[in-house]
């Protein structure tokens, strides 16, 4: 059995620094909000181009958080795409806003900035934007759209750790940005983890004080604040991880190109945009017959591990429907729901490996013709 995602081999891959990372941490005595998770953010705001981050405790809590430190409170309006994780809406409701789902691009799947005009109301006051699959949203275009409308830009980089835009990381671009450090994310934790990036000082400071209480001096809550701490041994493994990003980004290319190259043209996905940087975070196709469902049963006797990111959008979803327009209100991202799988993608998957989901999704297809 290939598995579509393999957090054990990156521990075993990394064995011997992240054990030793995890020693390091226990005899120190120092768990909460120490040493490590200091030279984390320190390093990991290095490696994006920010000015600060903001260690939290999940990926959820950091775009919680990053909406509630720019002044998103309860009845505000925000845009975001439907086609996401339905942590992303959960974080926008727990705030108190109400989001309004936006259509996506057919080539990525991520938000298109060309019909949000017709979102905006006098309410409106934020777009997140999703860099989904690891492929970056086009933020050149969604920022002028942002200053233009006085809207807050939110970027949602939970699977996209090393993509860039117009030469630049993400996450530098918006007014702050959220990242998740899941144990299967190009940066992942082993357990959950997240962090918040931003190049404003008082957003900093205001995500500083939510993440603990609202506390200036301890146990002196200023304002309501929240538990949201990175552990410091989840930043000790994310200090070892984060040192072979690039490489392992680079690794998470080669697959797919192999992908790419052997898989019929029909079968292609989501791809980044022009001279965008991509990190492949998830290997997506798409199967226009519609026989998606029938594929990835078939694969799964052939013992490769596949997923779909995600098989109901959120608008759709009985949780948040109340704040769609119902089915057929965003025709592509309906769609798109219907037609796509998830291959296996991870930096340990070995060349024959990748070459036995090849041949067994080629077999596939051969027999659904």
């Known amino acids: 059995m290939i598995p579509f995602a393999h957090p054990l081999a990156a521990y075993h891959h990394y064995r011997a620094e992240i054990d030793a990372a995890i020693q390091r941490v226990m005899n120190s005595g120092r768990y909460i909000l120490g040493p490590e998770v200091e030279a984390f953010e320190a390093e990991f705001a290095d490696y994006v181009g920010a000015r ?19 002044g998103i409170v309860e009845g505000d309006e925000v845009i975001v795409p439907s086609l996401t994780a339905s942590a992303t809406i959960a974080a926008i409701v727990e705030s108190g806003a109400i989001p309004v789902f936006a259509e996506v691009k057919d080539s990525d799947l991520n938000i298109d900035p060309a019909p949000l005009e017709k979102l905006i109301t006098p309410r409106t006051r934020a777009i997140v934007a999703v860099h989904l699959y690891g492929n970056p949203a086009d933020l050149t275009t969604l920022t002028a759209f942002a200053q233009a409308h006085r809207l807050r830009l939110i970027e949602d980089c939970a699977q996209a750790h090393g993509a860039q835009h117009a030469g630049r990381s993400v996450g530098t671009f918006g007014d702050i940005a959220a990242w998740s450090f899941y144990p299967t994310k190009n940066l992942g934790a082993f357990g959950d983890g997240g962090i918040v990036t931003t190049q404003q000082t008082d957003h900093a400071e205001q995500l500083h004080l939510l993440r603990e209480y609202g506390w200036r001096v301890r146990y002196d809550s200023s304002e309501q604040g929240w538990n949201s701490r990175l552990d410091e041994i989840h930043a000790a493994m994310l200090r070892v991880r984060l040192k ?3 490489e392992d980004n680079q690794r998470r290319r080669e697959i797919a190109k192999l992908y790419r190259s052997a898989l019929p043209v029909h079968l292609h996905g989501p791809l980044a945009d022009g001279s965008d940087v991509g990190v492949e975070h998830l290997f997506v196709i798409r199967h226009a017959q519609r026989q998606r469902d029938k594929l990835q ?6 013992g490769i591990g596949t997923a779909i990111h995600y098989p109901v959008p959120c608008h759709l979803q009985g949780a948040y429907a109340a704040f769609g327009q119902g089915p057929d209100s965003l025709p592509i991202t309906e769609r798109a729901a219907r037609e796509i799988l998830s291959l296996p993608m991870y930096p340990e998957l070995s060349l024959a490996e990748v070459e036995q989901v090849i041949n067994a999704l080629l077999k596939v297809m051969e027999a659904l013709e």
Do not use: C, I, N, Y
């Not at 600060?52 to 720019?70: D, M, N, P, Q």
């Open 297 to 302: 049963a078939t694969l799964k006797q052939a």
């Open 244 to 246: 072979h990003l690039t």
């Open 52 to 70: 600060f981050a903001v260690g939290v405790a999940s990926g959820t809590e950091a775009l919680w958080l990053a909406l509630r430190a720019v």
